[in-house]
């Protein structure tokens, strides 16, 4: 591995703001505490975050390794923690959820009308035949109704599996067949970049009988959100809005067992075809409330928290739903996207509610970058507190950016690095106690155990020049339990790359600088070699983005006769840079990345492109690039936001040969 531009230049860090540090919920106590007994430590969290119908005695049992069970005798409720104890505790009238939607309409949800609306919920699920254990489909935009609807399962016991409303009929029925879902919850359709976009005929079609096979499906529930005409099927189709109406508003939560499956959720996509990951009941709802607490630094009486994901991935599951509503927290929940009617809509809502800790993801600071700092300027944004980043390596230029643009030049930026499987955060700093070094992802979660290891699995010492492999040691709570329906392809994806047992592999390049700090260098499927050396995807992207032409930058290793493998990259310049020659872009790029990291990270060919082909959750899928870089027929797009993107980039590449 090459060296990196911020090794040679020792990066600034940023100590925790005093004022935070003083009143943070978490200390560095807390490491202490963990490193002395960490099953211990995680038996406390258990038992203080959350409340249980019965106290659970067991902490972990991982006798049947990889198949971990947390808490196992204990009993408890998913949607009564993240809504009944907060009404009876006397906070009914706080705000759950100031909505936005798209059309600038609001809704104020507070936990009483939470409380209400999921019990009216779980009783319809009921009376339509879902019962605890049976899976249902939900597919939805970002309406209060989404939240409802996956509270109202959890109060059943039925687990969810919500699909991205953005996705195909084909993508649904995919996932619908996959877990046997019996119901599915939609919308006749939602707002997306200014226009009601339909969704119901995708269910429509995703439930017809496909290679001769009924769907598992018997009821769908519809909320009604634009008003369009739907096509209706008799006995299957209900109105959401009539069958909550009808519905007692008074229902009893279903005690589960801590192992108690709460959702299957399907992973991006980026590498391959999507995973149904499992998450079960206890573990998870503890590193759901433990995480947003510590990292976000939560004080649920004043703080006005927003997630700009969509609940479609695993960040809006953990930290738009689970996560803030265990903690009884206030949020802001937004319909649409961040152009819509005008770029500066986020920043729109920030001052609106006084929004103090804001979680995103670098594709969509990148995006702000893209799209220059002046749409901020008007808006007083003195409100936030901490700031959070998610999905992606951050790269430093956009942490900076991050910071001093949106935060002010004062709040702690914070990467988080987890995935799906994780459940929740488990590399990031604390904002009241670590010092920050953009970039980095930098330790370990109190709890959490990680290293990063050679090909052989050898353990590779802090300051270790190579990139590594990230593993995780030990068991944590919120681990997924499968691979729904598939216990062969769990084992191989994620236990039995190293021989240690027990070890995780996340399937992420990284490694270690000399503060024991943890970069994350991207994907292993991604990782370069050129001339044998081994270069990280991560590492030439930043060094690209700190250009101050380029706002975005996706590289990949297309083969080369002579070098085995060549570098090429594909990058969006920032507004301001648009009238620039492109021949001239390229070679100034080229000059840059060789003199940030080294001549051999030079890219053998740069392509100006207007989009990169992302996930729907916004990660970029350097397989397709490296399909068109390579010239073959570009592999599985299901997963992809927008599907001209790739012709647009073929078209590009085809000239500039
Ligand atoms: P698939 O597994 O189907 O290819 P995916 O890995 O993109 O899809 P997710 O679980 O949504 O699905 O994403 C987790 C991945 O996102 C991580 O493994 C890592 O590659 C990346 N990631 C998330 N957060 C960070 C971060 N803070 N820094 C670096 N990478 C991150
Ligand atoms: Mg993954």
């Not at 993508?171 to 599915?184: E, G, I, Y």
């Not at 920050?436 to 990063?452: T, Y």
């Not at 740069?606 to 068109?628: A, Q």
């Amino acid at each position: 591995m090459t060296q990196t531009a911020t090794d040679s230049q020792q990066p600034r860090t940023y100590p925790p703001p005093a004022e935070l540090a003083a009143g943070a919920v978490a200390t560095a106590a807390l490491y202490e505490e963990a490193a002395a007994d960490r099953l211990a430590f995680w038996g406390r969290q258990a038992s203080e975050l959350l409340t249980w119908d019965v106290q659970p005695t067991q902490v972990l049992d991982w006798s049947d390794a990889p198949f971990a069970k947390w808490f196992a005798d204990g009993e408890l409720n998913a949607a009564a923690n993240c809504v009944d104890r907060h009404v009876a505790a006397g906070n009914g009238d706080r705000v759950a959820l100031h909505w936005v939607g798209e059309p600038g309409d609001t809704l104020t949800v507070t936990y009483a009308d939470l409380h209400e609306q999921v019990q009216r919920a779980a009783n319809a699920l009921s009376d339509l035949g879902v019962r605890t254990g049976d899976r249902v489909a939900i597919y939805l935009p970002m309406v209060p109704e989404a939240v409802v609807a996956m509270l109202a399962c959890a109060r059943l016991g039925a687990p969810h599996s919500v699909v991205f409303s953005g996705f195909s009929a084909q993508a649904l029925r995919d996932r619908v067949d996959d877990a046997q879902a019996v119901a599915v919850i939609t919308a006749d359709g939602g707002y997306r970049r200014g226009e009601p976009a339909p969704l119901k005929p995708a269910v429509d079609a995703a439930l017809e009988p496909r290679d001769g096979a009924e769907s598992t499906v018997r009821a769908v529930l519809v909320v009604r959100r634009t008003g369009g005409e739907v096509a209706w099927t008799e006995g299957r189709d209900h109105w959401w809005h009539e069958a909550l109406e009808s519905s007692s508003p008074v229902h009893e939560p279903v005690s589960v067992g801590a192992e108690h499956p709460l959702f299957v959720l399907y992973t991006s996509g980026s590498t391959g075809k999507p995973k149904g990951i499992l998450h079960t009941t206890g573990g998870y709802l503890t590193q759901a409330a433990y995480t947003h607490r510590n990292v976000f630094d939560l004080h649920p009486e004043t703080d006005v928290y927003w997630c700009g994901a969509d609940i479609g991935w695993v960040t809006g599951h953990t930290y738009i739903v689970y996560g803030p509503l265990l903690n009884g927290t206030t949020s802001v929940m937004y319909e649409g996207t961040p152009n819509t009617p005008t770029q500066d809509r986020w920043w729109q809502v920030v001052e609106t509610y006084g929004v103090t800790k804001l979680y995103t993801a670098p594709t969509t600071i990148r995006t702000f970058m893209k799209w220059g700092e002046e749409l901020v300027s008007g808006h007083d944004l003195s409100t936030l507190q901490v700031l959070g980043s998610v999905g992606e390596p951050i790269n430093p230029e956009a942490w900076t950016w991050y910071r001093r643009v949106i935060g002010g030049d004062r709040t702690p930026v914070v990467d988080t690095w987890w995935q799906t499987e994780t459940g929740g955060i488990m590399i990031s700093a604390l904002p009241g106690v670590t010092s920050l070094k953009p970039g980095s992802a930098q330790v370990p979660l109190p709890g959490i155990s990680v290293e990063v290891v050679d090909d052989e699995g050898r353990v590779l010492p802090a300051g270790h020049e190579g990139a590594g492999y990230l593993v995780l040691t030990e068991p944590w709570p919120g681990m997924l339990r499968g691979i729904w329906g598939d216990d062969e392809r769990f084992r191989d994806t994620y236990w039995s790359r190293f021989a240690k047992e027990g070890w995780y592999f996340a399937g992420d390049g990284a490694r270690r600088d000399a503060d024991g700090d943890v970069w994350l260098l991207g994907r292993v499927d991604d990782v370069m070699n050129v001339s044998g050396h081994r270069i990280s995807t991560t590492e030439v992207e930043s060094a690209l983005v700190s250009h101050p032409s380029v706002a975005e930058a996706a590289v990949v290793g297309a083969s080369d006769p002579t070098t085995g493998q060549g570098i090429v990259a594909f990058v969006i310049l920032r507004e301001s840079a648009h009238d620039t020659d492109p021949a001239a872009v390229g070679k100034e790029l080229r000059d840059h990345v060789a003199k940030e990291i080294s001549p051999i990270a030079k890219p053998r060919q740069v392509l100006v492109v207007s989009e990169l082909p992302k996930t729907r959750s916004g990660k970029i899928m350097r397989r397709l690039l490296r399909d068109v870089a390579e010239d073959r027929q570009v592999g599985d797009v299901t997963t992809l936001a927008d599907s001209s993107v790739m012709a647009s980039i073929q078209a590009g590449m085809q000239s500039g040969k």
